[in-house]
Each structure stands twice: as structure tokens, then as C-alpha cells.
């Protein structure tokens, strides 16, 4: 506008000098666009070009994806990933049953069983699958992962559909070797995608914050104005003869006969004068600035570099760089971020005896902070690691059990993991062969265990499991022993334990029993308190350490006994009605004078460096939330591994697993439950909330802790609640939500970003997290796995949650830092200049003469201060990258805001004013006078090029003042810029142009009087500057300003040290401790956790539909199957 | 440009020391100082030592330039007589703008004394009060091409209304049109003091901004006359009080340079000036100011430069004074990790 303004007649300058910066300016913006675009464009055509089988002409055709269409025959195959929604109609399994796994939809890895309509079993083949004719009614593609209703018509019969024949987008196939389906949703409308939501372009909170500051700018442009333009109103006057206001000719702007006009135009050209008060080069240089950020140093570090995925870190935008650096929530998903998803069977407590030597991350941390030094003990040479196994006590394995106190309860130890699990045998029979297939990685890492210490579990048949025991009767000595699975007891979220009644080869009738201490512990026989007590110690101290615990129980049976309990058994599981209930109080029965065994530790590994990197971001002020599809005791689980939670802390629990609420679920009325949860979730936050404020108003509030469960969360996101949700968990040190959905999260992350205005951060690895990862203000997406929708979503991608450190601490950090003050500085410098412009127009009767030469104007923010700036917001740096990591501290002052605040922007518009009086008034006392031995005066432009000398000398040498660090790079742009306005002006006022001001620099350094005030001013404007600095660092030092007093003698951290270590974290961090002795924590929490097969998959019970198959039967057939193609094979 | 010259210093130590080779396809960044923003850099930190010594460093330096400037300018003897209102007859003080348009003889003698010693060169300028010199309207309505070639003679848009009456004006514009007229002639004991007018302008102006073989051309011949008239057999080069005037002022009060006395003026002598007061700065009350003064090596009176500079170096020396008496009495380690805002309130925010 400017521009076009500056063309017009009423413009002082000339129109060329304020188009071309502007046009620079577009240009180069134009030119970051293009380049992002393209990449996008990139990363989208890899995705559509993934391809996949589809039916054409009773054959299969390589199809890429983006031509898949609906009602397209495709044929994925095992491990493959499903091109879009698919009906599913036909597997190569018996009963039309596939595998799928849902982790990047809900971040469960348990697989889900999909089952076809029976009458579609048979189009398998593509000759067959070509006669397929069918017409599919289905709901309009909606955003709900767990319900799909629709008909599938097919010769003239109409089948239901149901969300068990859907197979979403995303999910891929397992244990099974294809499928056939009909696409039923492509590309935007699939399910996926449909939550989604529109990908938002994000700006940082900085940016939009600096969008107020130059409409602020403008506001103050707008009133200087229009002093400017009632004064040139007031002034204009015919006495003044000299001006030759006169004739028909006069223009408008020059008329006194009209005052308000000529105001009015005046208006518009000092506009044009002013306009370099907006700092149109800003948004360029900081965009610059950022994309070489992301580009150079984010993409770049080393210190973000996984080498075993081999994925450096990727900054997808450069937008959010300095938004890194102000986090307040970081929202995290759980698994595959937190934890590897990976089960490994860690320690025991056998009959009271602990074993097990391994340290977790959590007992390594307590030690670091406790100072134990301990020697690093070197991990045994036995020490087995295998999948699922990392368990190093030489007293367990190869049958030296049997010189332990009791061997018999190690035993019976190993025949209970060997034998109370619903685990598959897949592959050869041999221990190192064999692959254990369970629909939870704990179940799997039990068995694996087992192998490990000698009882192998080889081979299930409907009937039996066989096992292959070692050192049983002596040493050396290996026997298979088959044992008859009489009744399986399944596990659910109810019971929370699992029981197998079988019968030894010698008749001998057991009951083993494996689940959470809680319920073990009711049902355990009179006597025996000692090892109840040591045991329950054990639970407490694996508690602590984060492991996920069982308790193993056994039971002889009597035959008399457990025929009559069978026969109430089979009467239940053959009931129609409530059959379910009748099951768990029949197993009640016979669950009962249980003598424990012992107990297990799993260790849900987590990723490398989780409870450093939390306990760290923790330290910087940031609030972490988990927001997992898990469920809440796994949740939980993780969340104290992770030093989320711990023992100190108040927690508070809301969820639906409340036995009222499951009463009035049975009854099944959905509106009565939806009426009833609402209430029952609005009293127990009422409480909390009330809790919570009288527990703070205490003399030293504990810290606060809320665990809420997806369905309560429906709930509570109520409008009417939400207000009540947020207020509580702003108080809460650590949120987790269990059990929610992809949009959940969304709108928790919007719900603290919208309702309580905080900068939000969400990291997730799957296409669960996309929605989680848009809503937020930065979106982190863990790369290098296989799952790349949350990647692809994102706005940075990192290897390991771990980086986050680097990513905010330190990349996030600088950059809002240098971001701050670059936009600082610009603001500082175009209002410098300008102010110096517009004291200058109450001299010239407001008649909007320029005081500085158009070239000048145009060039001052494009050339003559640009560089300098940019050199900041590259190489500025207030302590080290590892100081930074080392005061994690630091960062609060980017929560706060602390460098762009208002009364910041206030400081320096003060010293602005300052400067430009300075500079204005010293410069403008020497055209009173001669100005040297010759007698002669100074003009208008050589005054002004005196100005703009001292202007420009000044305002570089203000942004050394407030560099932090100061490279050569700082010293050459600076220099070079005052240099650069030298040459200019050299060359400019010496080569002839019909200007005022040719050959003005020329008269200027012939005089002395150049020299003093170019030594005076610079010096008297930045002493104000200067005297304030030194002022606040001494009375009133910022944190960061103390570390960099603390470590100012030490050389900067070399790269030595990161070299050395290739990809570790600090050396600090990377000392690997052992801790023999620990402290032992008294804990309430014993970490039991434990994904079993008999819960419900998740997609089912948020639809209110009870998967209609028993997860046992179809592991029973899936065995069958294994068995069956063995043979083939052979 | 800045990464490979930071790579090629350091990329030797990055290939030896990396425990991982990169493969062929490994995505490891390679090693440079620039993106791990290690470039080497000092890091100046403002203690209270270099506050200190950067105020004593200021106060050392200003306070004797300070000193030298103002005993410059106090060296400087300057006389400034008002006359606009004093060389207006009683008779006309009541209509001073017609008396000042009409035809008849306005001279007007001054008599000023010297108050001091004043050695030649004595420079004498005029100064006008009130007179917007830096108006938008009047500093562009010249031509300087006009000024400088004769084939630019016709090259007059910029100078409206003053750009031609019938043909083109040389030199046209607002600026020339209004050029000073007032003489001043000086007499000391009856004797003419001779005002030497050459190189009274700056000598590139001169040589290179009006030119030698410009003459002027129908030039105050309208019916409004603005100011002087110009001989129009001296090429614009020679006419020095144009030139003068046309090196518009910053300020709506100044000074221009009429000439050089080349003689000394003794202490209490009296100096006669003859004064045509033809210029009309009666229409919008401004004044006129006759001025004679020396000059130093900074020129002319100017205590402000002086007083800055020791103002400056004065303040400078309180300060460092000051700093370094709350040094002593109250002194903050440097790098005291009490001062961390997370170790003075613990728990807080």
C-alpha cells in the first residue's frame, strides 16, 4: 500500500526506492513457499504411489494408491498396511478370521481379531473373488473408528455389517497370509483420515503476538500522522510569500483556501514518510532466519541423530521454531513414545527370595540422585537376552534352582508361567526357534521366561500343553510333559487374574493362578504370613521401580472337588443369560485357599532416557500429560516408571471401572447410562476440584496427580464441566488419561490450549496421535518406525522422545531467544528512525519534507541493518547447549515470556525515543552554526546524511550490546554494514546526480566538526542503553545471565566430547550405573499391570458391542491352524 | 559460504574420532561447526568491572575534547545585530509589508561594536527567523539539472509556479525566485571595509552543481518579484550568493555566509553597516539578523558540542565514581547460583 502510495503525487520520496525492498521482500518469501510446497508435494507422492493389489479381469494388478477407487477387490497381504477402508470379505484363515494391528490407530499392539460375513468366506481366489457382486449401504463416512453401520446386499439377501468386517486405513494385517475386501472408503473419507482434522497452519504464539505489536505500530503510525496532518492544516498560510502559494494552478495539498484537504492529503503523504516504522523486512528476515534454523541446526544436530534407526531429526516447518522454546504441556502418547513396546521379563520373587540383578532406569536415576556411586558391574557373562527375557541371576538358571531354599516353589513357579497363559507356539519346536504368539507382549515374555529357566512350552493342542522341563528330577535330565488343560478361568478388567485348572500326566489336579496382588492376596490360604509379608515388600519395592507385577498362585484340587465345581462350570458356560457373571462367580468358587508362589516383574521397557529426559523437562517447568488408548493400570504403570507419578504425590482418580457404574452399564440402557455417568463424573470432579483447592491452600500442597479414563473424560468434556476439568488438572504436577480415543486427545490438547491459553506440545508415533499432534501448537512426530501418518503430521520429527531435550532446551530455547531479539531489535530500529524522521517535520511547518534522501530510507532496513540482525538470530547464544541442558531451569523464562513482553517492547521503545532525541537534536544544533574554519553552513542533506550517519552507526552498535555471544560472523556483518553505508554513501554522493545530495559526505569529512559529534553521539544515545544493562545485571540478573557468570571461565563445550561418544546423550548421562543395595521405597503402588487377552478390544467396547467371539476360542482355533499347517508343509 | 568454510576447518576431526562409520546411505548429519552451532565466539559479559572501566574510559576521553571545544567556541567572537524591525521607518511600522514591496530607497545604517579582538578572517552571514527553507513545496521546486547544463535549460516541471512566464526561467523554482536581496556594506572610521563575496560557497557546489556556462535567462520577470535580481552575464558558477541561498538550510532558522572582512577588528571599535533592507520577511514576522564572527578549528560559536562532551565525560566519571562505591560496599559475587530465580524462591511459581 505503501507502494502505491509513494507512486502518487503526493508522496515525498520516489516511488522505485519503496518498491524494490518491498518487492525483495515478496520475493523471497515467495521463494521459501514455493520450496516447502514442494516438498510437501514430495512426501504426499510417496504415500500415493505405495502400491497394492487390486482384482481386475480375475487377475491381480499392481495398482498404486492414489488410483485405488470404491468398491475396488484388493488384496492385501500379511504385514501390509490397508490402503483404505475395506469391507472385509474373505482370508486365507479357516472362519474367515484376520489379524489386524491397530498401534497406529490406538497405540494398542495387541492384535484384533476381524471376522468376515459367512457367506463372503468363499471369494478368496481372484477367479472366485471375480463373481463377487454386491451392493454395500453404509453410514456416510464419519470420523467414529469404532462404529461402522451398513448392509451388504448379495444375491438378494441383505446382510448387516458391522464394524468387525471393517478393516480401517492404517491398521495392518498379522498372522494371516492375505486378505481379500471391497473398498468401502478411500482417501479423505476414511476413518483415519476423517479424524484427522483440517490441518491447521500453525503460527507460533510469537508471531501472532508480533502481529499485535505492528498493529500497534500502525496505530502509532496512524496518530503521528495525524499530527502531522492538522499541523501542515494549521501551518499552511499565504504569508508565507517564499512558498508561492498562488495561482490558478495551486494544488489541492498546497491550498490554504481549503485547510481540511490539504490536511487530509498531507495525511497520506506523511504516511509514505513514516512508513518505515513498519518493519516490512521482519517477517522475511525472521522467516529466513528460521528456515536456516530448521534447516541447518535442527536437520543438523547430532545430538538428535538415532544411529540405530538412522534418522537424524526433521524439522517439517520452520514456522514454530521459537514455539519450541516457550512449551508449558507437552501431551504424550504412550506407547512407542514412552515406551518401546517391548515386555521383558525382569526380576522375580520366588517362596520370598528375590532374584534378579537388573536396574531400571528409574532405580538408576534414584541412585544418581541419592549419589551413590556404585561401581559399574559388569553384566554376567549368562546373562540371557533374548525377546522379552533380560533377567541376569545365575541362581535361577540352568537348574541351579534347585540348590536354592526352596526349590519346589521355583517349581512350581515355572510350571505356572509355563502353563497358565493362552499363549501360541509358532514355528519350529526348538527354544531358539520357536516364536510365541500372544495377544499381550507380557503374556509372551512370562512364557519366554519360562523357556529360559528350563520349562519349555513347545506345543498347545485343544487339550493339552506340552512342555519340555529341564533339571527336574536331576540335574541335566529333559523330559516333555504333556499337561490336560481342563478349564481355562479367562482374565477381564473385573477379575483381574487368570486361572488354568490342569491335570499332571501322574493325575495330579493343580489350579494356577496368576494376577494382580490385590485380588491374589484376598484369595490366598490362612498361614504362611511371612512370605505374604516379604512378598507384598517385593511387590512394593517393583512397584516403585516401575515394573509391572504378578502374583503366581497355585491350588491343589481334589478330584472330588473339582468335579463338582466343573459341573457348575459347564452349566455356566452353557447358560444363556448373563453368562458372563455366572462365569466369574463360578470361578469364584474354586479361585480360592490359593498358596502363593510368588511374584514377577515385568519391565515395560521404556524408550532410552524417558524418566531423565521427563525428570529434566519436568525441572524446566513443563507440564507433561499422557494421553494413551492404554488401559488406566497400564497407564499408570507407566506413568510412575516414567517419575510421572509418584508415591509423594495426590492423585486423584476418575473412571468408569466403578462397580455402580458397570450395574447400571448391565442394564443397558444407553440413556440411563449416559445420565448416569454424567452425574457420577460430575461428583467425583467436584470432589477432586475441592480436594484439590483445600490440599493447595495447605501450608505445603503435595503435588497433585489425575488419572481420568476415556469414557469419564466424554464426560467431563462436557461444556458444562470442562470449565471444572480444566481447572483441576492445572493444578495437577501430571495428567493421565487412559483409554481415550484419537479425538480425545485432540481435544484435551485443545482444551488446554484454547481454555487455559498455554503453549501445548503433542508427540506421538502413530496415525492415533495425528489429531493430537494438529490440535497442539507444535506437533512432534517420533520418525525412524514404520508408521509414518503422525510423521506426517507433524511439525518436527524426532527418532526418540529423549530429544526432546535438545529439541526444546536448547533448539527451542535459542531460538526464542534470538527470535526475540531480532523482532526487538527491528521494532527498536525502525522506530529509532523514524521518530528521528518525524521530529524533523515539526522543523519543516509539517509540510512532510523528508529528512533523510529516499535512498537512504529505502536501503537503511534492506542493507545498511539487515545483516547484523540476521547474524543474531543465527549465532546468537545467551549459556551452551550443554549448560542449557544442564538448567533446564532456563527455559521457564520462556514460559513466561520474559524477553517479549510488553513492558520489553516498552523498554526499548523508551530508549528509542531516547536515541532518536539524541541523535535528532545533536545533529540538527550544528546547522545553527558554522561548521568549520571557513566560515560555511551546513544545508538540509547534509545535516540529514550527518543523521543517518549516526543513525546507522549507532543502531549497529546497539546490536552488539545486546549480543550474548559474539562471533566473528557478528563482527564482519556489523563492520561490514557501517562499512557498506560508507561505500554507498562514497559512491552515491560522488558520482553526479541532479540531487541534494551530491558530494554532501565529501563536505561533511572536510569538517572536524563530523568527527566530534559522529564520537559524541553513538556514545551519548547507547549510554542510556547501556547504563540500563549494566543497571539490571547487576541489581536485577535474569537466570541465565548468573549461569553465564558461573561458567564464564570454562571454555565453550567442545565438540570433542560429542564426537567421542558418537550418538550418546552427555557423558554424565551416559555412565551406565548398576545399584546393588537401593533404598527401598515404601510404596502402595505394586505396579500391577497387565494386558491380557480376555479384555475386550477396545474398538468394540467403545461401541457398546461385546466382541462376539471369546479371544480364547479363536486363539484355540488359531492354534489348530498353526498345527494343521505344519504337517502340510512338511 | 559460512558452512563450508566452518567444515573444512573441522572436518578432519569429525572423520577420525566417529565411532560410527558413516555408510553410504546413513542419514548422519555431517559434522560442522556451523549446525552445531559451535562457532568459536567470545562472550563478553557486562560486569560491574567493565561498566566501570567503559564509564571512566568515556569520562577519560570527553571530558578533554569537551574542554578543547569549548575553549574553541569561547575563542569564537561573534556580533549579531537585529535589524528588521529597527530599519523600518516610525512612519511605516504600521503597514511594514507595503513599505517593504513599494520603490523607495530602504537603507538603513547600523552602527555595531566590537566587543573583542576580532581577527580576520571575520565571516558575515545573515540570519533569517521564520523561514521555512526545508518546506516539502519549496525544496524541490528547483531544477538541478537546469543549474548545471544549458541543454536542460527547458528541463522546468519541478519548479512550479516559478518555471517559466512565456519562456523558461533559468533558474526556475521557488528557491532562486526568493533569493536573499538585503547588501550589507561596512565602514569602520569612514573608511569601506571591503566584503570579499568569493568562496563564500562550498567549492563542489560550485564547480560541479551549477554550471559555467548557465546564464541567467528571463529570470525575475514576473509580476511578483520574490528577491534578487540575478546579472545575467555571470555564468550561475560565479553567482556565489545563489549558490549560497540554493544550499537550502535544515531549519526554518539560518544563517547563510554573506561574505569575508578580511581585515581585523580591534576591541571597541565601531563598525558602520549599511543596510538595504529590501528583502520582505515582514509578511510572515520573521527576522533578520545581521551576524559577524570568527571561527576556530569547529568552526563557529558552538558551546553546545563543548557542554555535551563534558556532560557527558562528567557523567561518565559520577557513575564510575558511583558503581564502584556500591561495589565496595555491596558487592554481588559473580555467578552466585543463589541469585537463580529457582534457588531464591524454592517451590515457587
Known amino acids: ?1130 | 559460504m559460512m558452512n563450508s568454510n566452518a567444515t573444512s576447518s573441522s572436518s578432519g576431526v569429525a572423520g577420525s574420532t566417529e565411532i560410527s562409520t558413516p555408510r553410504r546411505n546413513s542419514k548422519r548429519p555431517k559434522y560442522s561447526k556451523f549446525t552445531q552451532q559451535e562457532l568459536p565466539a567470545c562472550k563478553p559479559i557486562l560486569t560491574p568491572g567493565w561498566v566501570i572501566s567503559a564509564f571512566m574510559l568515556v569520562s577519560i576521553v570527553f571530558i578533554p575534547i569537551g574542554v578543547a571545544s569549548l575553549f574553541a567556541s569561547r575563542d569564537v567572537v561573534e556580533i549579531v545585530d537585529r535589524y528588521e524591525t529597527a530599519c523600518i521607518p516610525p512612519a511605516s511600522k504600521s503597514h511594514k509589508v507595503e513599505y517593504i514591496q513599494s520603490s523607495e530607497d530602504k537603507t538603513c545604517n547600523r552602527t555595531l561594536r566590537v566587543l573583542k579582538r576580532m581577527k580576520q578572517p571575520i565571516y558575515v552571514y545573515y540570519q533569517l527567523d521564520n523561514f521555512y527553507q526545508n518546506h516539502r513545496r519549496y525544496v524541490k521546486s528547483r531544477s538541478d539539472e537546469q543549474l548545471k547544463y544549458v541543454r536542460s535549460e527547458n528541463d522546468t516541471s519541478a519548479c512550479k509556479p516559478e518555471d517559466n512566464n512565456g519562456l523558461s526561467i533559468v533558474p526556475c523554482g521557488l528557491i532562486a525566485w526568493s533569493l536573499f536581496n538585503d547588501t550589507y556594506s561596512f565602514s569602520r572610521n569612514n573608511q569601506q571595509l571591503t566584503v570579499n563575496k568569493k568562496g563564500i560557497s562550498w567549492k563542489s557546489d560550485r564547480e560541479h552543481k551549477f554550471g559555467e556556462k548557465v546564464y541567467p535567462k528571463n529570470f525575475q520577470n514576473g509580476k511578483l518579484i520574490g528577491g534578487a535580481h540575478l546579472n545575467s552575464s555571470i555564468p550561475l558558477s560565479e553567482q556565489e550568493d545563489l549558490i549560497v541561498w540554493m544550499r537550502t538550510a535544515a531549519l526554518p532558522t539560518f544563517r547563510k555566509l554573506y561574505g569575508k572582512i578580511e581585515v581585523d577588528l580591534q576591541e571597541n571599535e565601531l563598525i558602520q553597516v549599511a543596510v538595504e533592507n529590501n528583502y520582505n520577511t515582514y509578511s510572515f514576522n520573521g527576522k533578520k539578523k545581521l551576524v559577524l564572527s570568527t571561527t576556530t578549528w569547529l568552526g563557529g560559536k558552538n558551546d553546545f558540542l563543548g557542554i555535551a562532551y563534558l556532560t557527558v565525560g562528567g557523567l561518565s566519571f559520577f557513575l564510575s565514581m558511583a558503581f564502584t562505591v556500591v561495589y565496595l560496599a555491596k558487592p554481588r559475587r559473580l555467578g552466585d547460583s543463589s541469585y537463580l530465580s529457582w534457588n531464591r524462591n524454592p517451590g515457587g511459581h
Not at chain 1, 167 to 180: K, P
Not at chain 1, 388 to 396: C, K, Q, V
Not at chain 1, 400 to 414: G, I, L, Q, V
Request: hydrophobic share 40%; glycine share 6%.
Open chain 1, 1 to 1130: 500500500m505503501i507502494s502505491i502510495l509513494s507512486s502518487t503525487p503526493v508522496s515525498p520520496v520516489s516511488p522505485i526506492t519503496n518498491v524494490l525492498p518491498l518487492s525483495m521482500v515478496l520475493f523471497v518469501s515467495l521463494v521459501k513457499e514455493a520450496w516447502e510446497d514442494w516438498k510437501r508435494f514430495q512426501n504426499d507422492k510417496t504415500i500415493n504411489n505405495t502400491s497394492v493389489d487390486v482384482l481386475q479381469d480375475q487377475k491381480w494388478e499392481t495398482v498404486s494408491w492414489k488410483n485405488l477407487q470404491v468398491g475396488d477387490i484388493v488384496k492385501v497381504k500379511q504385514d501390509g498396511f490397508f490402503p483404505a477402508d475395506l469391507l472385509f470379505l474373505a482370508s486365507t484363515n479357516a472362519d474367515g478370521v484376520c489379524y489386524v494391528e491397530t498401534a497406529n490407530l490406538d497405540g494398542e499392539t495387541n492384535l484384533k481379531i476381524r471376522k468376515a460375513l459367512e457367506k463372503t468366506w468363499d471369494y478368496l481366489t481372484p477367479e472366485k473373488a471375480f463373481e463377487f457382486k454386491g451392493e454395500v449401504q453404509c453410514e456416510q463416512p464419519n470420523n467414529s473408528l469404532y462404529t461402522f453401520t451398513g448392509n451388504l446386499i448379495i444375491e438378494k439377501q441383505t446382510l448387516p455389517l458391522s464394524p468387525n468386517q471393517l478393516l480401517l486405513r492404517g491398521c495392518s494385517l498379522r498372522n494371516t497370509e492375505y486378505i481379500i475386501g471391497a473398498v468401502v472408503f478411500t482417501g479423505h473419507e476414511t476413518k483415519v483420515m476423517m479424524n484427522s482434522m483440517n490441518v491447521p497452519s500453525k503460527r507460533s504464539t510469537l508471531e501472532r503476538k508480533l502481529d499485535r505489536l505492528i498493529l500497534t505500530l500502525f496505530v502509532v503510525l496512524f496518530c503521528m500522522c495525524l499530527i502531522g496532518a492538522i499541523g501542515s492544516g494549521v501551518f499552511l498560510d499565504r504569508k508565507y510569500f517564499f512558498l508561492g502559494l498562488r495561482g490558478p494552478a495551486l494544488s489541492a495539498d498546497m491550498n490554504p483556501s481549503n485547510r481540511f484537504v490539504v490536511a487530509l492529503l498531507n495525511m497520506f503523504t506523511l504516511i509514505t514518510l513514516y512508513s518505515p516504522i513498519i518493519p516490512i523486512s521482519l517477517y522475511v528476515s525472521v522467516e529466513m532466519i528460521k528456515f536456516i534454523q530448521s534447516t541447518q541446526y535442527i536437520n543438523n544436530d547430532l545430538h538428535m541423530y538415532h544411529v540405530e534407526t538412522n534418522t537424524p531429526a526433521l524439522a517439517r516447518t520452520s514456522n514454530l521454531n521459537e514455539e519450541l522454546g516457550q512449551v508449558e504441556y507437552i501431551f504424550s502418547d504412550k506407547t512407542g513414545t514412552l515406551t518401546r513396546n517391548l515386555m521383558e521379563f525382569f526380576k522375580c520373587s520366588i517362596g520370598g527370595e528375590l532374584y534378579g540383578t537388573g536396574v531400571t532406569e528409574i532405580e538408576m536415576g534414584e541412585a544418581q540422585r541419592n549419589g551413590i556411586k556404585v561401581d559399574e558391574v559388569h553384566k554376567s557373562s549368562n546373562t540371557v537376552r533374548e525377546k522379552g527375557f533380560n533377567f541376569d541371576d545365575a541362581r535361577l538358571m540352568r537348574g541351579a534352582w534347585r540348590n536354592e531354599p526352596n526349590p519346589d516353589m521355583c517349581k512350581e513357579f515355572f510350571r505356572c508361567l509355563a502353563i497358565c497363559h493362552t499363549v501360541l507356539p509358532e514355528g519350529e519346536e526348538t527354544p531358539e526357534k520357536i516364536r510365541y504368539q500372544a495377544a499381550s507382549p507380557d503374556e509372551a515374555a512370562l512364557v519366554a521366561a519360562a523357556k529360559n529357566f528350563g520349562f519349555f512350552f513347545y506345543r498347545r493342542t485343544p487339550t493339552l500343553i506340552y512342555v519340555r522341563e529341564s533339571h527336574v528330577e536331576k540335574m541335566g535330565k529333559v523330559q516333555d510333559v504333556p499337561y490336560e488343560i481342563l478349564n481355562v478361568l479367562e482374565f477381564n478388567s473385573t477379575r483381574k487374574r487368570q486361572s488354568v485348572v490342569c491335570r499332571y500326566p501322574d493325575g495330579r489336579l493343580v489350579l494356577y493362578c496368576k494376577g494382580a496382588d490385590t485380588v491374589i492376596y484376598e484369595r490366598l490360604a490362612e498361614g504362611n504370613n511371612d512370605l505374604k509379608k516379604t512378598s507384598r515388600e517385593h511387590l512394593e519395592q517393583y512397584g516403585a521401580a516401575g515394573l509391572r507385577t504378578l502374583c503366581l498362585a497355585y491350588r491343589d484340587l481334589c478330584s472330588d472337588t473339582y468335579e463338582n465345581w466343573n459341573e457348575k462350570f459347564i452349566q455356566a458356560k452353557s447358560s444363556l443369560r448373563d453368562r458372563e457373571k455366572k462365569l466369574d462367580e463360578v470361578a469364584e468358587l474354586i479361585e480360592k485357599d490359593l498358596v502363593l508362589i510368588g511374584c514377577t516383574a515385568i519391565e515395560d521397557k521404556l524408550q532410552e532416557g524417558v524418566p531423565t529426559c521427563i525428570e529434566t523437562l519436568a525441572r524446566a517447568g513443563i507440564k507433561i500429560w499422557v494421553l494413551t488408548g492404554d488401559k488406566m493400570e497400564t497407564a499408570i504403570n507407566i506413568a510412575y516408571a516414567c517419575k510421572l507419578i509418584n508415591n509423594d504425590m495426590k492423585q486423584f482418580i476418575i473412571s468408569s471401572e466403578t462397580d455402580d457404574i458397570r450395574e447400571v452399564e448391565s442394564r443397558g440402557d444407553q440413556v440411563e447410562i449416559a445420565r448416569y455417568m454424567r452425574d457420577a463424573v460430575k461428583n467425583q470432579l467436584k470432589k477432586c476440584h475441592d480436594d484439590a483447592q483445600n490440599y493447595l491452600r495447605s501450608l505445603s500442597p503435595p503435588k497433585l496427580a489425575l488419572v481420568i479414563d476415556g469414557k469419564c473424560l466424554m464426560y467431563a468434556l462436557d461444556p458444562s464441566l470442562r470449565v471444572m476439568l480444566l481447572n483441576l488438572s492445572l493444578n495437577c504436577t501430571s495428567v493421565v488419561c487412559c483409554r481415550v480415543s484419537p479425538l480425545q486427545k485432540a481435544q484435551v490438547t485443545s482444551l488446554v490450549k484454547k481454555g487455559a491459553r498455554k503453549i501445548t506440545l503433542s508427540i506421538g508415533d502413530g496415525a492415533n496421535d495425528v489429531s493430537m499432534i494438529q490440535a497442539a501448537h507444535v506437533g512432534v512426530g517420533i520418525s525412524g518406525l514404520e508408521g509414518m501418518q503422525a510423521v506426517m503430521a507433524s511439525d518436527f520429527a524426532i527418532a526418540q522422545f529423549r530429544f526432546l531435550t535438545d529439541l526444546l532446551l536448547v533448539h527451542g530455547r535459542w531460538s526464542y531467544l534470538r527470535i526475540c531479539k531480532v523482532v526487538t531489535y527491528f521494532f527498536y530500529k525502525n522506530l529509532t528512525f523514524t521518530l528521528t524522521q518525524f521530529w524533523y517535520t515539526f522543523q519543516t511547518g509539517f509540510s512532510g519534507q523528508r529528512f533523510y534522501d529516499d535512498w537512504f530510507q529505502s536501503l537503511y532496513n534492506v542493507i545498511f541493518t539487515a545483516l547484523p540482525v540476521i547474524m543474531v538470530g543465527l549465532f546468537d547464544k545467551d549459556v551452551s547447549a550443554s549448560l542449557s541442558k544442564k538448567y533446564p531451569e532456563l527455559y521457564k523464562e520462556g514460559i513466561r515470556n520474559t524477553f517479549f513482553k510488553w513492558r520489553v517492547v516498552a523498554t526499548l521503545a523508551f530508549f528509542a525515543l531516547y536515541q532518536s532525541l539524541i541523535v535528532y537534536n545533536f545533529v540538527i544544533a550544528s546547522s545553527t552554526n558554522s561548521v568549520d574554519s571557513s566560515g560555511k553552513m551546513f544545508g538540509l542533506w547534509d545535516v540529514s546524511t550527518m543523521a543517518f550517519n549516526c543513525i546507522v552507526v549507532t543502531v549497529n552498535l546497539r546490536l552488539l550490546m545486546m549480543c550474548d555471544t559474539i562471533t566473528r560472523w557478528h563482527h564482519i556483518s556489523v563492520g561490514g554494514s557501517i562499512l557498506a553505508w560508507f561505500m554507498f554513501i562514497l559512491v552515491y554522493s560522488g558520482v553526479y546526480t541532479p540531487r541534494g545530495i551530491y558530494s554532501v559526505f565529501y563536505v561533511l569529512i572536510s569538517t572536524v566538526y563530523f568527527y566530534t559529534t559522529l564520537l559524541v553521539v553513538p556514545i551519548v544515545a547507547l549510554f542510556g542503553d547501556f547504563l540500563f544493562q549494566g543497571v539490571q545485571r547487576w541489581f536485577f540478573p535474569y537466570d541465565y545471565q548468573i549461569v553465564q557468570e558461573m561458567h564464564r571461565h570454562e571454555p565453550d563445550s567442545s565438540s570433542a566430547g560429542l564426537l567421542e561418544i558418537g550418538n550418546q546423550l552427555t557423558p554424565d548421562e551416559a555412565r551406565s550405573f548398576a545399584v546393588a543395595q537401593l533404598p527401598r521405597e515404601k510404596s502402595k503402588h505394586t505396579g500391577f499391570a497387565f494386558d491380557s487377552p480376555g479384555y475386550e478390544s477396545f474398538f468394540a467396547s467403545q461401541a457398546g458391542v461385546l466382541a462376539p467371539q471369546k479371544p480364547w476360542d479363536v486363539a484355540r482355533r488359531a492354534s489348530m491352524r498353526s498345527r494343521a499347517k505344519t504337517p502340510r508343509k512338511n
